[in-house]
């Protein structure tokens, strides 16, 4: 053995103990973070878990393989049309490999598209649809929170499924979303025809669900500090919570506790209030004793309580927001901001939200698609196109009638949308490099029907507006507007 064979060993075994030293130093903290960041495979099966799960854990270093066989597997079956054996499978994947987000996606397809189309009734394939779109919510986005796909297949669902109008049972499922989220919010105020006007009313009315405090003690805390601030100081010892006091009069006597059932209730009684036919001569109509809680209307007839009612309920839609439908309300007024006076009830404005935020956080990882990013988007710029067709929604809770209008609202958001979407979208809808982007056909399009729409109207000034700008517009394609 030569001295330069002799040096060579040397140094490695020297770089062999830095890197067992290093790989010892870092192993814990590495560990720590991933074990924090939930970036770690299942360890255990639990009661209820398919028998694949318990397999997978048990092969160990071999899962990898396992995990690959069951996809094979799953996908197998759905070509054979065997969707529902190829729901326990894809269920075992999610659990054994939870940061795998395809799998996630098709589980949430085969559930809202195969199987829900198999059902013979609208009331089972909503049953599906709302299982497709509750997994990636509530189990798939909090698992991979910075996944662009995801977050367009949830946003798909919204925008497809249910706004679309392929599946026999779209407006069932119409109007099961505009009850859902007439619970969670209430109806919201009529708006006015000025968009800037409508703008502001419509974020007013649902910053109080946004700025509303994050705990209940947050509440009374902040209704003790108005009401001593109100009075003689010598009388500030005297002052109790009232919201405290109904709080626990919901609970023992009504028997409910803060959540979406307690709004539920609450938006039946506001809705049947304040209908004009409840007490008419020619049609009475009374609520079914399942959405009536006598003790629950008692409190909220209770003059005493008018108060703590207007600073109960907001705190109680924002946690239902966030901790039932893992929604972020600040996200959602902001967004309210950015597009326009999004209307909660229909499903387009939840197509926005989740294609908005999925571009929102995949813009911060690295690596991210530019496919992924600039398919997302379009979602969005749909979802626009949708709340200027029928973004107007009346709906009433108590006898499930359900209509849409154009929302002119939306006129000129579509175009400041496509814009910037844009001009991050690349070469792909970069008008100065390519004669023809799919963009700048959507908003061809768009304004079309912007003209013809206010020319129905008789806005016949309003129409020759947008017409003009559709012929001068700078990123039109290829076509001649002269021809």
């Known amino acids: 053995m030569t001295k330069t064979d002799n040096i060579v060993q040397i140094f490695a075994a020297i770089v062999l103990v830095a890197c067992l030293a290093a790989s010892a130093a870092l192993g814990t903290a590495i560990s720590a973070e991933a ?16 028998p694949a799960v318990a ?46 987000p395809r799998v996630w996606a098709f589980h949430a397809w085969n559930m809202a598209y195969n199987i829900s189309v198999a059902t013979p009734t609208a009331e089972e394939r909503w049953q599906w649809v709302q299982a497709g779109i509750r997994l990636l919510r509530d189990e798939g986005i909090p698992m991979n929170r910075n996944d662009v796909l995801l977050h367009k297949e949830l946003a798909w669902i919204f925008i497809h499924k249910i706004q679309g109008f392929s599946d026999d049972a779209n407006r069932y499922y119409k109007r099961r979303v505009a009850e859902e989220w007439t619970w969670v919010l209430g109806t919201p105020p009529a708006l006015p025809e000025n968009t800037q006007e409508a703008r502001s009313i419509m974020n007013s009315w649902f910053a109080r669900v946004a700025n509303a405090p994050d705990t209940l003690e947050s509440v009374i805390n902040r209704e003790l500090a108005e009401r001593r601030a109100a009075v003689r100081p010598e009388e500030r010892d005297q002052v109790v919570s009232k919201v405290r006091e109904l709080v626990d009069r919901i609970r023992r006597e009504a028997g409910l506790q803060l959540d979406l059932d307690l709004l539920r209730l609450v938006a039946y009684y506001e809705a049947y209030r304040s209908a004009w036919y409840a007490d008419s001569g020619t049609l009475r109509i009374s609520l079914a004793e399942t959405r009536r809680n006598r003790a629950l209307e008692a409190l909220l007839e209770d003059e005493r309580f008018a108060d703590a009612w207007d600073r109960l309920i907001p705190h109680v839609r924002k946690r239902v927001l966030i901790n039932d439908y893992n929604m972020d309300p600040g996200r959602m007024l902001r967004y309210m901001e950015r597009f326009g006076p999004l209307d909660w009830r229909h499903p387009a404005a939840h197509a926005a939200y989740w294609s908005a935020k999925g571009v929102e956080l995949g813009l911060r990882r690295e690596g991210v698609e530019g496919f992924n990013t600039v398919n997302t988007d379009r979602i969005t710029v749909h979802a626009m196109q949708e709340l200027f067709r029928t973004g107007t929604i009346y709906y009433d809770l108590i006898t499930n009638d359900y209509s849409t209008l154009i929302n002119l ?3 000129d958001t579509y175009g400041e949308i496509v814009e910037m979407l844009a001009a991050r979208g690349g070469l792909t809808e970069d008008t100065r490099q390519r004669a023809y982007t799919l963009m700048s056909a959507g908003y061809e399009n768009f304004l079309k029907d912007v003209v013809r729409t206010y020319f129905r109207m008789g806005d016949i000034e309003t129409a020759e507006r947008y017409r003009q700008r559709y012929i001068t517009w700078p990123g039109r394609n290829i076509n001649d507007p002269r021809e």
């Open 55 to 100: 397999l997978g854990i048990a092969m160990g270093a071999f899962r990898g393989l396992f995990v690959n066989y069951l996809w094979l597997r799953a996908n197998h079956l759905k070509e054979e049309g065997k969707f529902h054996e190829a729901i326990e499978l894809s269920s075992a994947i999610t659990k054994l490999q939870p940061r795998f």
């Open 35 to 50: 074990g924090r960041a939930q970036l770690v495979y299942t360890d255990r099966a639990t009661d209820g878990d398919p």
């Open 409 to 411: 609202h939306y006129t």
